[in-house]
C-alpha cells in the first residue's frame, strides 16, 4: 500500500515567492495533519483536518499561510509571500479517528533564499 | 498546558549498549504516550505506544511503561544495532481529537 505521498521532496525558491506544497494521504483516512519542523522549534503541527474540514488552525503562524482540503485524498498548504524563516522540512501526516496512529509522509525540504 | 520534556541529545553509545532515553509528560486526564522515530531524511514512523497507566508498549526490542505516578515514558533497548541511529521523539496525545504533542527529540548515534 502507497503511504503518505508528498511533493515537492524538495523545494528552493527566492523571497517573495509562493511556495505550493502538496499532500495525498492514506486512502481510508479521515484525518489530515501539516507539521513544520525547524531545528530551532522542533515539530510544530500547523493545521488539522478531519473529513476533509478544518478542525485547529491555531498553529499556522500567520496570514501568509493557507491550507486547503478539497477531498479526501488531496492537500495543499501555500505560503504566498515566503520568507527566509520559513525554511524548514514540512510534513504531513494521516490517519483515523480515536486513538490513532499517524502516518507520516517523507517531508518537502523547504529553502527560501 | 500539555506538554513533553525529552531528555538532551546527542546520545552516543557502542553498539550492544544499554539504551535509554528519558521523557516526562505534563498532562490533564489520561493521555495516550507514543514514541516516534525519525531516520535520516525520512518522515516519523510510529515505534510504540501505550494508552493507559502501566501498560508496556514494545515494538523492534524497544519497550516504554506508562508510569502515571512518575508522568514518564521512558525509553528502553537491551542492546542498540547501528541501524538504530536516529532520532527519537516521545508525544502525547491530548483532546479530544487528534492532536499529538511531541518532545523535541533525542539524537542517538550507535557506533561499531
Known amino acids: 500500500d502507497a503511504g503518505v505521498i508528498q511533493s515537492p521532496r524538495h523545494e528552493v525558491t527566492e523571497m517573495g515567492q509562493e511556495v505550493t506544497l502538496r499532500c495525498k494521504p492514506i486512502?481510508?483516512?479521515?484525518?489530515l495533519f501539516w507539521y513544520r519542523q525547524t531545528m530551532m522549534r522542533g515539530l510544530e503541527l500547523l493545521i488539522y483536518?478531519?473529513?476533509?474540514?478544518?478542525?485547529?488552525d491555531s498553529g499556522m503562524p500567520e496570514d501568509r499561510f493557507s491550507a486547503k482540503m478539497p477531498n479526501a485524498s488531496f492537500s495543499t498548504l501555500k505560503i504566498q509571500p515566503s520568507e527566509p524563516r520559513d525554511s524548514a522540512v514540512y510534513f504531513c501526516?494521516?490517519?483515523?479517528?480515536?486513538?490513532?496512529?499517524?502516518?507520516f509522509g517523507p517531508g518537502t525540504r523547504l529553502l527560501v533564499l | 498546558g500539555n506538554s513533553v520534556t525529552q531528555m538532551e541529545g546527542p546520545v552516543t553509545l557502542s553498539e550492544e549498549a544499554f539504551l535509554t532515553i528519558n521523557c516526562t509528560y505534563t498532562?490533564?486526564?489520561?493521555?495516550?504516550l507514543f514514541w516516534y522515530v525519525q531516520y535520516p531524511g525520512e518522515g516519523l514512523q510510529l515505534l510504540l505506544k501505550?494508552?493507559?497507566?502501566?501498560d508496556k508498549g514494545s515494538n523492534k526490542g524497544f519497550e516504554a511503561t506508562y508510569r502515571k505516578e512518575t508522568t514518564s515514558f521512558h525509553l528502553e533497548k537491551g542492546s542498540v544495532q547501528v541501524s538504530d541511529s536516529a532520532v527519537y521523539f516521545c508525544?502525547?496525545?491530548?483532546?479530544?481529537?487528534?492532536?499529538?504533542?511531541f518532545g523535541a527529540g533525542t539524537r542517538l548515534a550507535v557506533h561499531p
Open positions: 498532562a490533564t486526564g489520561y493521555p495516550s
Open positions: 483536518f478531519n473529513n476533509n474540514v478544518p478542525i485547529d
Open positions: 501505550a494508552t493507559k497507566a502501566d
Open positions: 486512502s481510508g483516512h479521515n484525518s
Open positions: 501526516a494521516s490517519g483515523t479517528g480515536g486513538h490513532e496512529t499517524q502516518y
Open positions: 508525544a502525547l496525545l491530548s483532546g479530544g481529537y487528534n492532536k499529538l504533542i
